[in-house]
Structures are given as C-alpha cells and as structure tokens.
T-cell receptor, first 111, second 117 residues
Framework: LAKTTQPISMDSYEGQEVNITCSHNNIATNDYITWYQQFPSQGPRFIIQ???TKVTNEVASLFIPADRKSSTLSLPRVSLSDTAVYYC????????????FGKGTRLHILP | DAGVIQSPRHEVTEMGQEVTLRCKPISGHDYLFWYRQTMMRGLELLIY????????DSGMPEDRFSAKMPNASFSTLKIQPSEPRDSAVYFC???????????????FGPGTRLTVL
C-alpha cells in the first residue's frame, strides 16, 4: 500500500485557487488516487478520483504527473465554506489494499 | 435517496455497558465500512463487508468489538464491555464497488458520537 504524505495545514483567502499536493512515491500500477473532504461534525465526502493526467469535476481538479508519484488537488476560487480537512488516499480496494485516511490537510479559508 | 443512515446519533453510556451502533447502507451498495474517528488517531477503518461477508477486520481494536451484517440493508457494531477509551465518532459508509476501481467512492453516514463515562 502506497503511503501518502500531505501538508498538515494550509491557509488561503476567499476567491483564491488552492492547490494541495500529496506525495505517494511507492504508488503501485493498479492504485488510484482518491480525495475526500470532511467538514466538522460530518462524515467525509468523496471529491474526486483519478489514475493519471487530469481529472475535473464540478468541485475540483486532480492533476497527476506521468510518474504518478504525487498528485495535486486544485480547488478553484475557494470560499469560506471550503474550510475543511482534505484527505488523499492511494490504493486499490479490490487488490486487497487497506483504506488509510491519515491525518489529512486542514485547509482554513480566510475572508 | 436517503443516504447512509446511522443510529443513534449520540450515545452516552457508562463503562462496562454494552453499546450497539446501527447502520443502514444505501440500497444496492455491495460494500459496507465501519470507521472510528478520534482526535488522536484520526479516521481509522475498523472492518468492511462485501455482500454481507466480513472481508477485513484487522482494524478492530480488540475482542470487545464485533460487527455483523445479517442482510444487505443492516449492520451493527457492538462494543461489550465498553471503556472510556472507546469514546469516539463512529462512521458507517457504503459503496458500489463492483463498478469502480481504486479505493472507490464511499458514501458516509452522519456518524454516531459515543461517550463512555
């Protein structure tokens, strides 16, 4: 199972683009990269998942370089409501990998 | 779609008592996960089921914890006897795994906040 490393916390301002990078140097061939968001007193919410290159949905974009040893979650024009903990997960459940959320990145958006 | 339903939302009990947490997954989902979250240890996977069968219970902390899934629409997590260190928020999540790669898209319930005095 690929171990992930992400910043413990980040601050940004409303209206800015926020990029959170996750390192996963020993990612395996079948592993996907998944990001979750968790607000206080709520369960995590799936944001986006990708395997390579770029994935975009209505919430975020996920950039994955060719070597796949890292990934960057990009949140466009953040608002105060984007203040949350963001988790990067890497693995393949059907391949027997365990699901490890880690401590995540605590993002604080300032007015 | 009602989402994942957990009950109770809050539970306060005394040390030594039995605690039962309940979860109703999203209809049609084939995987169910139980997690525990504390400030110290973060979000930890306890056990997960595929088609009602336990697949990996290596995260269950000790024999005091047990989980069952008697049918596709119901699961329980039981702690007997409970201890103060079991105080945490317990989340249930479900997924439709057979259509998805990777670590799949999990839908989490609102959680049960357990306090053991």
């Amino acid at each position: 199972l690929a171990k992930t490393t992400q910043p413990i916390s980040m601050d940004s301002y409303e209206g800015q683009e926020v990029n959170i990078t996750c390192s996963h140097n020993n990612i395996a061939t079948n592993d996907y990269i998944t990001w979750y968001q968790q607000f206080p007193s709520q369960g995590p919410r799936f944001i986006i998942q990708g395997y390579k290159t770029k994935v975009t949905n209505e919430v975020a974009s996920l950039f994955i370089p060719a070597d796949r040893k890292s990934s960057t979650l990009s949140l466009p024009r953040v608002s105060l409501s984007d203040t949350a903990v963001y988790y990067c997960l890497v693995g393949d459940l059907r391949g027997g990998d365990k699901i490890i959320f880690g401590k995540g990145t605590r993002l604080h958006i300032l007015p | 779609d009602a989402g994942v339903i957990q009950s109770p939302r809050h539970e306060v009990t005394e040390m030594g008592q039995e605690v039962t947490l309940r979860c109703k997954p999203i209809s049609g989902h084939d995987y169910l996960f139980w997690y525990r979250q504390t400030m110290m240890r973060g979000l930890e996977l306890l056990i997960y089921f595929n088609n009602n069968v336990p697949i990996d219970d290596s995260g269950m902390p000790e024999d005091r914890f047990s989980a069952k899934m008697p049918n596709a629409s119901f699961s329980t997590l039981k702690i007997q006897p409970s201890e103060p260190r079991d105080s945490a928020v317990y989340f249930c999540a479900s997924s439709l795994v057979h259509r998805e790669p990777g670590l799949v898209k999990q839908f989490f319930g609102p959680g049960t906040r357990l306090t053991v005095l």
